[in-house]
């Protein structure tokens, strides 16, 4: 027996929905209002200490990590592979995976909760809101949690633009000879990218747009048909799951 902790279909629970769907695999839903921090909940934290979501429990066992969990899926149930048959390929896939993991999912996140989360959480009790983040135990996702409160300074926005512009550029580039990301076909960079990349024709329509970036929009028009794809987004409780955001992971340091 599958189940797995998740919030809406976007971002890293995004991921793991699509993936899920895609093989076809049977599981229990279990739904988490992030914006109501059910994620801290002491039953939650006991499957994960960071209280981040999603989580896959397995016959007793729980896995943490979308790109890991994503893994795990494949190679337990091979029968519908999300990875392609070439060494050469899957390592094209792989590194899509690390590159959301390292570098946008982060970016998108932040884009994305200043433009709708923020406003969003905000409609909620406030003083709730502030006691629930003073109890979560992870310092660095406590931090997290009240930077995005405070607002997002025009700093960290305009590193992630870049991020985004930079991203968009990569994906045009490998797009310019094939449909999806890898080489192989569809595959789990693509199911990587999609629940990230879909929020920027809203919160980045500047840099993804039928004028600036053609084969993304043809390659997000592709991923939106796909019958897992249309399973996964089916499963939000807001109707639409890029209307809403939280804040991802902390972005990582370079340059």
Not at 145 to 165: M, Y
């Amino acid at each position: 027996m599958l189940e797995l902790y998740h919030w809406e279909p976007n971002g890293a629970s995004g991921r793991v929905l699509i993936a899920l769907k895609e093989k076809g695999l049977e599981f229990e839903s279990r739904y988490l209002d992030v914006l109501a921090f059910e994620q801290h909940s002491p039953d939650f934290l006991a499957l994960n200490e960071t209280g981040e979501t999603p989580v896959l429990v397995r016959d007793g066992d729980a896995f943490n990590e979308s790109s890991f969990i994503c893994e795990y899926l494949d190679e337990a149930y091979p029968e519908v592979p999300l990875l392609p048959k070439a060494p050469i390929d899957r390592w094209a896939a792989r590194a899509w995976q690390k590159y959301v993991d390292d570098y946008l999912a982060a970016a998108v996140s932040d884009l994305a909760w200043a433009a709708l989360g923020l406003a969003a959480l905000k409609r909620r009790d406030a003083a709730r809101t502030r006691a629930a983040v003073a109890r979560i135990p992870s310092q660095e996702r406590r931090d997290r949690w009240q930077a995005a409160i405070a607002g997002l300074n025009a700093e960290v926005l305009d590193k992630a633009r870049e991020r985004v512009r930079l991203t968009v550029e990569k994906m045009e580039q490998d797009l310019e000879a094939r449909d999806w990301l890898a080489p192989g076909g569809f595959s789990l960079a693509d199911i990587a990218v999609y629940p990230y990349a879909n929020y920027l024709p809203r919160v980045a329509s500047e840099l993804v747009n039928a004028k600036a970036a053609p084969r993304t929009m043809a390659w997000l028009k592709r991923m939106s048909a796909r019958p897992g794809v249309k399973a996964a987004e089916a499963m939000s409780r807001t109707g639409d799951a890029y209307a809403i955001a939280a804040p991802g992971p902390e972005p990582i340091r370079w340059g």
